[in-house]
């Protein structure tokens, strides 16, 4: 069995923003040299989501509008998360809907992937740089 | 390690739907010949799940009026998605909240479940034939 | 390759609570001898979650009230699923907002985690046993 392991380095300027990272993890599949196995992708942080969905810009703001509606960030005071001087108490809700990691399957070298999919991070409180991991494991 | 690779189709004539898949999934992992390892089981779609729950249609029914409450499928034009042409933005909510994949362990050429745990496909945008990949690793 | 099972009993006295049992899943990983890998956690039932998020109380006690306020517990009359003659049709919703399963790098035989992801059981039909699946494939 083989391994593989690297991190993504993500930065972005806005609170919430929703970026395609498919050509990344594309390229550490074909670093790994693995042909078959599974291909794990998740943030190392508790505010942001990994996710596959369809790279289509209206979609992404109407997940953003969504998402607010059903866990909106104001009134900051609503969270009792954020009387630790925190203010993303919503982001940690954001990111339970959207989902932590994905586990894609890897098939002939390559992401087995349907016609649409595509792999995305979500991101409910920017401002700083973070992470995400991409693990492989197969043959 | 070996590994193995199947699909599974899916026609479902309605837009919502939830259908047990346990049995073409154990059936996959018969085939494989793996007797321990992970089983991950998702659509090739955007506008699907593959979920773990129970086989009880009452059930089945709550999520889908639930899924319809937190994001309905009307008006087709509050959602920017469906300017595209389509009128399934709905759907991609409600996969996000169901999840788009499970991982299942395998232990001793079985699924490793508890008593109630099942497979299901939920459709949101039926009405065309769809796929379900299913993936084992192990040995 | 190699692999490794085993079952974290838990006993949660109320109807719902948020446990971190990373030490438990740690401990797993020290027994496996697993260097490389993937672990997968998840509650053997379907009206629990097992998560990666922060150990905070605040956030707890608000992921509570925000779950019963996108699934309430009452009226129990109000879900077809109680009909069967239980009372927990919120806690298979609960479940899949906050998800079934998570999987999670081994890397250099340790939890592959960011500063502060930690792993939770949430249960939300409490009052019973319940178990909790640790498998582990790699090397």
Not at 76 to 90: K, M
Not at 108 to 117: A, I, P, Q, R, V
Request: net charge negative; charged share 30%; hydrophobic share 35%.
């Amino acid at each position: 069995m083989k391994s593989f392991r690297k991190e993504i380095i993500m930065n972005i300027p806005t609170r919430r923003d929703y970026v395609n990272i498919t050509p990344q993890v594309r390229e550490c599949l074909r670093e790994s040299g693995i042909r078959e196995g599974l291909c794990l992708v998740n943030p190392m942080h508790i505010t942001a989501s990994v996710f596959i969905n369809d790279d289509e810009d209206g979609l992404h703001f109407d997940y953003d509008q969504w998402l607010e509606k059903i866990a909106p960030h104001e009134p900051v005071s609503g969270y009792r998360h954020n009387r630790t001087g925190e203010d993303n108490a919503d982001a940690h809700m954001k990111r339970q809907v959207m989902g932590r990691e994905v586990v894609v399957a890897v098939t002939n070298g390559k992401l087995d992937f349907g016609t649409w999919e595509q792999i995305f991070y979500g991101e409910f409180d920017g401002g700083r740089q973070k992470r995400v991991l991409v693990k492989i494991i197969g043959e």
